[in-house]
Structures are given as C-alpha cells and as structure tokens.
C-alpha cells in the first residue's frame, strides 16, 4: 500500500551542491508531477511527466531539471542548490491520459534546506 | 488573475458545527474538481472528487458543484478537533488534460 514514495524525507545542502529528489509510484499511474510549497504559499508545479518519455515545464522550473526513468520513477534534480530552493518537495502522480484529468495523489514530501 | 480562489481564512467553527469551504474557479470547460486535505507539516490528501453538477455525500463531507455559478463546495457536518486543516481546492489547468491548479487553500480550525 506504497502509492508515491519520496526519498529522501530531509536533507540539508550547502550552497552550489548538487542532489536528485527520488520518487517512484506503484499505482500504474501514467503522469508524474514535481512541487514546491513554500511556508505560508500554495504548490508550485516545477516540472511534470505526462507519460513515461516526455517531460515539460511548469511554472517555476528554473534551476532543476527531471528524468522520467521509467512508468514508476520520475526524480528532481538540482544541479547547483540556492538558498532560494529551500522548500518542500512533493511529488505525486495521477491514472490522467489526455482525455479527462484524474485527481493526483501526493508522496510524504522531502524537506529541502539550504545553507 | 488566478484561476482557482480560496478563502484563506482561518474559517473557525465550534465542534459539532458543519463547516463550509468555498472555491470559485475561471475555466467554464472544467470538468473534474478535487478537494485536499493537508494537515500542518503533511501532504496533501484527496478527500473528494467530483464530476457534476449537484451534490456528492462520502460520509460527513459533501462537496458541491454548481457549475453555472462556477464554485465548488465543501460541507463537513459534525465538524471535529481532527478536521482542523487546510483545505485546497483543485481544478483542471484550462486545455490541460494532466495538469491541475490549486487553491491556495482556506485554513479550517475547530474548536473543542
């Protein structure tokens, strides 16, 4: 009964280091989504996967960049960490295919602090 | 102009009260709308999904969709302590088959 896992759950970075946010989903789910939240602020779609192979924007992608792996695997990655990306990292996906939106289901988050 | 909005709030009812959540949204091709819950330091949870006009009943929450006014409900009847949260309204981003835009959300408090 998994549904979205996220590693890791915190990390700490200095600035100017580089990690990969991992998640992964067992629900067969076709679409795959990277957020932020920030204290006090709604969620931010960084970046998302439609279907395994494709990739697009959101609306803060700056600054990180994404794999979708496989159906199961879509990560984050932040090449050179700013304090700015301190934040709240949700991944999530939906059974979503083009034809109607299905609601999306949300990991347990990583809590992202930079130095 | 955002395209989903929420009360902030905080929306405060005594226990036992029925609490209402309320969301307009811009988009009048919308056809799936989606309430969350997501406890302070937690994720978002999906609580409710709905697909049409009229009202849809899981237990104590009912959500509300009137889509010729263009706003979305959330009742929840016999309020608890335990429901204190923040509610986030969902809706289809416009032309967008996959991507949803949330509400900022309306922090709901219950007091015991």
Redesign the interface.
């Known amino acids: 009964n998994a549904g979205v896992t996220q590693t890791p759950k915190f990390q700490v970075l200095k600035t100017g280091q580089s990690m990969t946010l991992q998640c992964a989903q067992d629900m067969n789910h076709n679409s795959m989504y990277w957020y932020r939240q920030d204290p006090g602020m709604g969620l931010r779609l960084i970046y998302y996967s439609a279907s395994e192979g494709t990739t697009d924007k959101g609306e803060v992608p700056n600054g990180y960049n994404v794999s979708r792996l496989n159906k199961r695997e879509f990560s984050l990655r932040l090449e050179s960490a700013a304090p700015s990306q301190t934040s709240v990292y949700f991944c999530a996906s939906s059974a979503s295919r083009g034809t109607s939106n299905q609601p999306q289901h949300f990991g347990d988050g990583t809590r992202l602090s930079i130095l | 102009q955002k395209e989903v909005e929420q009360n902030s709030g905080p929306l405060s009812v005594p226990e036992g009260a029925i609490a209402s959540l309320n969301c307009t949204y811009s988009d009048r091709g919308s ?2 709308f ?1 309430w969350y819950r997501q406890y302070s330091g ?5 609580i409710m ?1 709905i697909y049409s006009n009229g009202d849809k009943e899981d237990g104590r929450f009912t959500a509300q969709l009137n889509k010729a006014s263009q706003y979305v409900s959330l009742l929840i009847r016999d309020s608890q302590p335990s429901d204190s949260a923040t509610y ?1 309204c ?1 809706v ?1 981003e416009m032309d ?5 835009i ?4 309306t922090r709901l408090l219950v007091r015991p």
Request: net charge positive; proline share 10%.
């Open positions: 056809q799936s989606f937690k994720s978002p949870e999906l999904s986030l969902a289809p967008s088959s996959y991507k949803l949330f509400g900022s959300g």
